[in-house]
């Protein structure tokens, strides 16, 4: 079995119908809420991509290895093809959400929102946006992956005080964006709210607005390469479950 082979299969298996069934559903819901001028923005349709990358990415690691490792196909070749499918998976996603939100409005995707401060407009806009989104799809893509892979390769103990931690994180921030929004709100907190917001979005989507886009593409960029050579390295010693 080739990479070229392989990548045909994952897309067939993996990817395609789940594909369909997502951006089905959100090209139904975005176009009735336009239709019907109901309030809400195409940027959804953006986050809720990295969303199901970051899930997509969670599923691609178990069934596969031991399918290919049946199959008498090397670590490297299973690596080399996961990389190359998240490129494909990430660019078409990239140009398709781009693509619908610059038709209905090009001032409402995520990029613009980010970095509207640069009045990037025309091709420039739905080139850097479709870049900028290309880099972000990758990133989430390749965390869903490290993170199934390093669930996969650790032990059972590991797992839970990971899962623990996880939580606590998810619960902390939770906890944190109530009480500076509640703050913001009765005019309590307000420069920490502020402060807050600046480091979420940070967190979130790297976005380093007083820099420009290049360098949340660079981090987004970073991130992905670091993770890639850790897996990378996992991959080569993990050894086959039942």
């Known amino acids: 079995m080739n990479i070229k082979t392989m990548i045909k299969y994952q897309l067939n298996k993996d990817v395609k ?87 209905f409005s090009a001032h409402d995707s995520v990029f613009y929102n980010l970095f509207a401060p640069y009045h ?22 390749t965390i869903g992956y490290f993170i199934t892979l390093f669930y996969y390769t650790v032990r059972k103990t590991t797992k839970i005080v990971g899962s623990i931690g996880l939580s606590i994180i998810v619960i902390g921030y939770a906890a944190m964006e109530y009480c500076y929004k509640f703050g913001y709100q009765h005019n309590n907190f307000g420069d920490s709210y502020n402060r807050f917001g600046h480091w979420r979005q940070l967190v979130i989507t790297f976005n380093c607005s007083s820099y420009g886009p290049y360098t949340s593409i660079i981090c987004a960029l970073l ?20």
Not at 223 to 242: E, F, Q, R
Request: net charge positive.
């Open 17 to 103: 119908k789940p594909l369909a069934a997502f951006y089905g559903i959100i090209f139904i819901v975005l176009t009735i809420m336009k239709i019907s001028s109901v309030i809400g923005s195409v940027s959804i349709m953006e986050y809720l991509s990295m969303g199901f990358l970051f899930v997509l990415g969670l599923n691609s690691f178990k069934n596969n290895f031991k399918f290919y490792q049946a199959n008498a196909v090397s670590r490297k070749e299973q690596h080399m093809g996961f990389i190359i499918l998240v490129l494909i998976v990430s660019l078409v996603m990239a140009i398709i959400d781009n693509s619908y939100g610059f038709i």
């Open 120 to 141: 990037y407009n025309g091709i420039s806009l739905y080139c850097l946006s479709v870049l900028w989104s290309f880099c972000m799809h990758v990133m989430f893509f």
């Open 223 to 242: 991130v992905t390469l670091i993770l890639t050579v850790i897996t990378n390295s996992m991959i080569k010693k993990v050894a086959l479950k039942k």
